[in-house]
Every structure is written in structure tokens, then in C-alpha cells.
């Protein structure tokens, strides 16, 4: 659907110095060029909220004699610090791959939205998303809250046990918050207005991922743990906690959308071929190179584990590239950079709950099989008309849901008993039986709470497309006023 043009409304004729005290900060602010639209009043509705925290919320750090700071506490700190760094550099990555798979007239808005949303993510995360998903129980295994902000004191303990201090742990988590709301910017690119993209991803930082992320990886009180956890389920590394989350958001957020013009033609899809290819590609092997913070670095220690992690992490890609490229080739007759590039991500999506859980050959045939329903998915995706500019669903969604099931198939207790759980090598079906509940369970929760924030913004902002206008001269020029090439024609 498209949104229809509003009309403008009349400038006011009031004068500052004849404005009343409670007139004058909006004739202020109205005068001022970019504050003159009830749209762009949008961007203030932030201030309040940053204003309470600042005001209201004064958080001090307490000195504390330490003991020796041992080896280990050391090794095991400075390891997820620079694997939330190679996290964090991801969002290279994920800009790279949606702007250079997109058309240039809207490359600028692409990369604002992918380089603002990690902002974003890790306020709201430090605000109150950190405290929902590792907080104290509320309502056990369901909800968590530990009121605003953390507390970033390093304890004695902390040390004596090797442990992790909160302000390094809290970046890793809020990466991956990051993450999960990036995953969204695919599925709606090239015709979601910036602002209200900008307030779902807020909503979704710091509620509705944290909520759900406290299912399984909550296990701050005995007994009372994520109801997920509970249950045994197993997503080390977040293919159904933060991939597919992310998935299911964009699809909810595409389907309300509707297609980019032209996508469809008498129920046919059409090509809309990316502007850079290359970039696309640089794209693709910055996140191969990230998700070696993402998956090992969910180890939270280092120890003889984490090369095993980034082993079966990177046969997974590899069987990815290779399933992708081998389908891509027997499908269309010629090997397809988009599907290479689509296989290789699927693999790493496909590997990163059971990283820990899988055989190197289990790996790189998770991978294989993630690379093969990338392609499979894709073409059913046009099928459905549901417009996904980037592939995103079908490689964080589809292999989302796939790399958590995979570890019912032919998964390991590699790191504690040693015992089986797939249903293939003598595990059984449990196993399979609760990952299904799983993936069913963040697919649930994410479509519901979605549907309701995505309405609900649309409600109050008058929809979340932008014009038709807009959208055909580019979202460059319609949302940001500049173009991403301004010395060469944008291509329509």
C-alpha cells in the first residue's frame, strides 16, 4: 500500500516575542529550518526519555579493592571485548551487503538506517533492554526486570572467579541486540519511512528481543531460568533467538508495507538488480569475519573451546557457498554472486545455535543443507509476492528456524556428557521435539508483538511507507536530501 501525500500545513503567523510561555518553545523550535513539519517532531520524541535518564538517574560507580587480577580473569575479558568489537564491526557488513544489493537512489538511506540503528540499539539495550533480559525474575521464566540502567561494579568475586564484568558483558549482549534489529532494515529497504523505522527498532532493542532472548539465555537465579532453558533447549549463539527475531519482524513490517513499485507484474516477479555488486561482496566477508565474535565469543570464556566453535562455524559457511552456488547454477544455468553471497551468510546462520553441538561433518552438512533451502526459499518468497529486497527472511529466518532444529537432527552434548541428542545418530526425538517448540515460540512471539508495534506506529504516524513520489525518486533525496552519487544519474 502506498501512503498518500499530506497536505503541508500553513505556517503560523505569531510572533516569538508575542507568544506565551507555553507557545513559545514550539514557535522556537518551529522556526528553526527541519522543525518546521509535524514529521520531523517525530525525532524530539526522544528527548524527554533521554532527559529523565540523565535528570532523574544519577548511576556512580564505587571503587572497590580488588585482589590481583589472575590470568584468566584477564584472558577471558579481553577475549569477548574484542569479540564484541568484531559484533559490533558486523554492522559494516550488513550495510554493505543491503546498500550494494539496492538500487543507488536509495544506497544513502540504507546506510543511515544501518549505521543509526546500532545507536539506537545499545541506548535503548542500556536503558532498560539488559535490565528485562538478565534481570531479576518477575514472573519466573517468563519475565525479568532489574530496573533501569546496570550496575557496572567490578566485585571481588568477579575476579576470584574468572568471571566477566558487567560493562564488557553488556556490550556483547547489546551487539547482539544491534543485530536483531538490523536484520529488520533488509526486509523493509527502499520504502519504509526513517523515523518510523527508527521507533520500531527502539521498541524492539528494548523490549520485545530482550523479553524473548530471557526465555533461554536468563539463568541468573537457580530455578528460576528462562522457560525455554528449562525445557533444555539449545541455541548457543541466537539462530532463533536474534536471527530469526529479526526475521519475523521484517516480515511483518514487509507484508504491511507491500511490494516496491514495479516488483510484481501480473503476479510475476521482477528483477530489481542491485547497484554494486562489489560492495555487496566486501560485505558478505565482513560478516564471515564478525560472526567469529558472534559464535565463538558466546562461549564467555577462553578456553579449548572457542577454535572449535570458529572451526564448525566456518565449514558451515563454506558448505553455505557451496549448496547455494551448486542449486543457484542448476536453477538458472549460470552461478549467481546474489545466492553465493545469500549461501554463505544461511551457512553461518544455519551454524550459529549448534555451533557448539555439532560434528565438524555435522557443520559443514548444516551449512550444505542451510544453502540449499536459501535458494529454495527465496523463489517461494517471490512466489508469495512478499518483496524482500535483500533475501533477509529466507537467510535469517528460514535458516534461522533450520540451524535450531538441525541440533535435534544430529546434535552432541559435545562440551559436557558427550552424549547424543539427534534423532539421526541415537538421540532420540526429544530433543528435535523441543527445539521445534523453540523456534514455533519465537516465531510467535515475534509475529504477534511485531504486528501490534508496527501497527500501532503506522497508527500514529500516519503510515509506515513513504509516498509514491518519494519512492520513485529515491528515498535519498525524499528522507535524507542528498544523494549517495551526486555526480552520476541515479539509475530509477
Not at 538478565?134 to 546496570?150: A, I
Not at 521482477?270 to 547497484?275: D, E, K, L, N, V
Not at 527472511?393 to 562440551?415: A, E, K, N, Y
Amino acid at each position: 500500500m502506498t501512503t498518500a501525500l499530506q497536505t503541508p500545513q500553513r505556517r503560523s503567523r505569531s510572533k516569538l516575542q508575542d507568544a506565551s510561555l507555553v507557545n513559545g518553545p514550539m514557535l522556537l523550535l518551529r522556526s528553526i529550518r527541519g522543525f518546521s513539519s509535524n514529521r520531523s517532531m517525530l525525532w524530539l520524541a526522544t528527548v524527554p526519555a533521554a532527559l529523565f535518564g540523565l535528570g532523574l538517574f544519577n548511576l556512580s560507580a564505587y571503587a572497590t579493592e580488588l585482589p590481583e587480577l589472575n590470568a584468566a580473569f584477564l584472558a577471558n575479558n579481553l577475549w569477548l571485548l574484542i569479540a564484541t568489537i568484531l559484533v559490533i564491526f558486523m554492522n559494516a557488513g550488513f550495510a554493505m551487503v543491503e546498500a550494494g544489493m539496492c538500487r543507488s537512489k536509495n544506497a544513502v538511506n540504507i546506510l543511515a538506517k544501518n549505521l543509526f540503528v546500532f545507536a539506537l540499539a545499545v541506548t535503548a539495550y542500556w536503558f532498560v533492554g539488559f535490565s528485562i533480559m538478565y534481570g531479576k525474575p518477575v514472573l519466573g521464566g517468563w519475565f525479568y526486570f532489574n530496573g533501569l540502567f546496570f550496575d557496572p561494579n567490578v566485585t571481588p568475586a568477579m575476579v576470584n572467579d574468572a568471571a566477566l564484568v558487567p560493562t564488557v558483558d553488556f556490550l556483547f549482549q547489546s551487539a547482539f541486540a544491534g543485530t536483531a534489529a538490523t536484520i529488520v532494515s533488509g526486509l523493509v529497504a527502499e520504502r519504509v519511512k526513517f523515523g518510523e523505522f527508527v521507533v520500531f527498532a527502539l521498541v524492539l532493542t528494548a523490549i520485545i528481543y530482550p523479553i524473548s532472548g530471557s526465555w533461554q539465555w536468563n539463568s541468573i537465579v537457580e530455578g528460576q531460568e528462562g522457560w525455554l532453558n528449562k525445557l533444555g533447549f539449545i541455541d548457543f549463539a541466537g539462530s532463533s533467538i536474534v536471527h530469526s527475531v529479526g526475521a519475523w519482524a521484517g516480515l511483518v513490517g514487509a507484508m504491511l508495507l507491500g511490494p516496491r513499485i514495479g516488483k510484481f507484474a501480473d503476479g510475476k516477479p521482477r528483477a530489481m538488480p542491485g547497484h554494486n555488486m562489489a560492495i555487496a561482496t566486501l560485505g558478505a566477508l565482513v560478516l564471515w569475519i564478525g560472526w567469529y565474535g558472534f559464535n565463538p565469543g558466546s562461549q564467555l570464556a577462553m578456553d579449548q573451546w572457542v577454535p572449535y566453535v570458529a572451526v564448525t562455524t566456518t565449514l558451515a559457511a563454506a558448505g553455505g557457498a557451496i549448496g547455494a552456488t551448486v542449486i543457484s547454477t542448476l536453477t538458472s544455468g549460470k552461478p549467481d554472486l546474489t545466492m553465493i553471497i545469500n549461501g554463505i551468510l544461511a551457512g553461518l546462520v544455519s551454524i550459529t545455535a549448534g555451533c557448539a553441538n555439532l560434528t565438524m561433518v555435522g557443520s559443514w552438512v548444516a551449512g550444505l543443507v542451510g544453502g540449499i533451502i536459501v535458494v529454495f526459499s527465496v523463489v517461494a518468497l517471490d512466489a508469495a509476492e512478499i518483496d524482500d529486497p535483500v533475501g533477509a527472511f529466507s537467510v535469517h529466518g528460514v535458516c534461522g528456524v533450520w540451524g535450531t532444529l538441525v541440533i535435534g537432527l544430529w546434535g552432541f552434548d559435545i562440551q559436557d556428557t558427550g552424549a547424543a541428542l539427534g534423532l539421526f545418530n541415537g538421540g532420540g526425538i526429544k530433543q528435535l521435539g523441543i527445539q521445534a517448540i523453540g523456534a514455533g515460540a519465537y516465531a510467535i512471539w515475534a509475529l504477534v508483538t511485531c504486528w501490534i508495534a508496527w501497527s500501532v506506529i503506522g497508527g500514529l504516524f500516519g503510515g509506515i511507507r513513504v509516498s509514491e513520489e518519494e519512492e520513485t525518486q529515491g528515498l535519498d533525496i525524499g528522507e535524507h536530501g542528498m544523494e549517495a552519487y551526486p555526480d552520476f544519474a541515479s539509475a530509477k
